[in-house]
T-cell receptor, first 113, second 115 residues
């Protein structure tokens, strides 16, 4: 059981470039999330999805877009990368809301130069 | 607004001694509370959670946490620390009334257990 898989693990982007961070889960979870982790700041929610075809903004959505065409996949798109988007990005999923814990991918370390 | 506070950036403890990592929260309603651990270059791993009932919950690797409603706290504890417990620990809260079921995280506490 692979759980939550993120690709790539590392990436360096130049300012203004675009890229997609991939996230897939094989646990048939309805809820999926994208967080970014900045040093000393904990994790901030970028976007989330409560099921295929449904997405919504989190705390820090500017500069990002998502889609959820299937239950398994939840890609995060960065358009016009900026140095402020240098961070570690985590995808997470949970079976339902409420008391169920979330499962996290191993993260993507992104540097924008 | 919902928030989680972890007042200590780092906690230092000697191996074999008890450890406590502090967490307080602020939510409008009743929360679900979680602790996660992050090892270097890894994702977050679930340790334990509080849903309801007994205020002392037990989790993975010998960790436990005590829920205190009056103090809005959920401190992580372990009776005897191991060097391998050294990692970054995050407290998180989920508001039962929030339909997104998102987790709100604290800023993290680095635990350093010295031999």
């Amino acid at each position: 059981n692979a759980g939550v898989t993120q690709t790539p693990k590392f990436r360096i982007l130049k300012i203004g470039q675009s890229m997609t961070l991939q996230c897939t889960q094989d646990m048939n979870h309805n809820y999926m999330y994208w967080y970014r982790q900045d040093p000393g700041m904990g994790l901030k929610l970028i976007y989330y999805s409560v099921g295929a075809g449904i997405t919504d903004k989190g705390e820090v959505p500017n500069g990002y877009n998502v889609s959820r065409s299937t239950t398994e996949d939840f890609p995060l798109r960065l358009e016009l990368a900026a140095p402020s988007q240098t961070s570690v990005y985590f995808c997470a999923s949970s079976y339902s809301g409420g008391p169920t814990e979330a499962f996290f991918g191993q993260g993507t370390r992104l540097t924008v130069v | 607004a919902q928030s989680v506070a972890q007042p200590e950036d780092q906690v230092n403890v000697a191996e074999g001694n008890p450890l406590t990592v502090k967490c307080t929260y602020s939510v409008s309603g009743n929360p679900y509370l979680f602790w996660y651990v992050q090892y270097p270059n890894r994702g977050l791993q679930f340790l334990l959670k509080y849903i309801t009932g007994d205020n002392l919950v037990k989790g993975s690797y010998g960790f436990e946490a005590e829920f205190n409603k009056s103090q809005t706290s959920f401190h992580l504890k372990k009776p005897s620390a191991l060097v391998s417990d050294s990692a970054l620990y995050f407290c998180a809260v989920r508001d039962k009334g929030d339909s997104s079921y998102k987790l709100i995280f604290g800023s993290g506490t680095r635990l350093l257990v010295r031999p």
